[in-house]
């Protein structure tokens, strides 16, 4: 963690790696988001994977599903659903970099599913994590909640990559995506109204005091929520409300001056055509396309190419 830290710290503006908002209490404050009127991702994915899923899973069969980022598992369950519904013994993979998450996901999804394996794994996926091989063929990888829109390019292509590397002909990758669209609708989703957003934000500053034992104060930087409609992403800050000085023992005294950001999150929007042009970068193909009525959300299933 210090280690990123320097580095981020090192840059201008000054960045944080976002997996750091995700304590206990960063990741509720997450759960709450994914309930706010402004912040439409969640419960549209949610109804796509409901009108979707039943008919993909029926037609095609996975043995083994594999989910980065599984979290509390809660939208999981439609796959699992699909998968046990004959019956059937199914392997499910949930990949966190939370321990205590994933061990209570699997305690509840062992006694919820009596034909499920959980072999749950705890691994940063933003790093250079193996995937499990031996897995029951064919095999469901999902990456959902847009969570992919948290990295650069060259990581989301390497982490494509990495996942496209274990897949098999039969195996088949989901991707949920949010969408481009207009700026008022996005830039509202990171700036509730009830300033649930700004709390979870400011919760890394909180994560980096606790942790390395730095010496923020918390309430000195603001929340900022912007689009930036080029780069075709929403970036998060926290602004210096002030000039100040914090230590962070190991890395030494940084000085902020006031109006001074630190990027703590980048959160991409995407269309078919930058979904296509990153799985064709790590040799995935699409499938099937789904979009919501008001386009706000895509799902996207895509198979291994072998051009
Ligand atoms: C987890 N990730 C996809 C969320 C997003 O929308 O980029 C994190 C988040 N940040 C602020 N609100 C939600």
């Given at each position: 963690m210090l280690a990123e830290v320097r580095e981020g710290f090192g840059r201008t503006p000054k960045e944080l790696p976002p997996k750091y908002f995700y304590d206990a209490p960063g990741s509720r404050l997450f759960e709450e988001i994914t309930r706010l009127p402004e912040y439409y991702l969640t419960r549209t994915e949610l109804g796509l994977l409901k009108a979707w899923i039943p008919g993909w899973l029926g037609d095609w069969r996975p043995r083994s599903f594999v989910e980065l980022g599984a979290g509390s598992a809660e939208k999981s369950r439609l796959v699992l659903d699909a998968m046990t519904?004959?019956?059937?013994?199914?392997?499910?993979?949930?990949?966190d970099l939370?321990?205590?998450?994933?061990?209570?996901?699997?305690?509840?999804?062992?006694?919820?599913?009596?034909?499920?394996?959980?072999?749950?794994?705890?691994a940063d996926i933003s790093t250079n994590f193996e995937f499990p091989r031996a897995l029951p063929r064919p095999v469901l990888y999902a990456f959902l909640g847009s969570t992919l829109g948290n990295f650069k390019r060259p990581r989301a292509v390497a982490l494509l990559s990495r996942i496209r590397k274990t897949m098999r002909p039969s195996d088949r990758f989901l991707l949920g995506a949010d969408l481009k669209k207009d700026v008022a609708t996005l830039e509202a989703a990171y700036n509730d109204a009830r300033g649930v957003t700004a709390a979870f934000n400011r919760n890394i500053l909180r994560v980096l005091n606790r942790e390395l034992g730095a010496d923020f104060d918390v309430m000195a930087f603001e929340h900022r929520a912007l689009y930036d409609a080029e780069a075709a992403w929403i970036e998060m800050h926290l602004v210096s409300s002030r000039d100040q000085e914090v230590t962070i023992p190991g890395l030494g005294a940084f000085r902020f001056v006031k109006g001074e950001p630190i990027r703590t999150e980048i959160s991409c929007k995407y269309d078919r055509e930058s979904v296509t042009d990153l799985f064709t970068a790590a040799e995935?193909?699409?499938?099937?396309?789904?979009?919501?009525?008001?386009?706000?959300?895509?799902?996207?299933?895509?198979s291994p190419s072998f051009s």
């Open positions: 519904a004959e019956n059937e013994r199914a392997l499910y993979v949930p990949v939370s321990e205590p998450t994933l061990d209570e996901t699997a305690r509840r999804l062992r006694a919820e599913y009596p034909g499920l394996d959980v072999a749950p794994v705890v995935l193909e699409i499938e099937e396309w789904k979009t919501d009525s008001e386009n706000l959300y895509a799902l996207a299933l895509a």
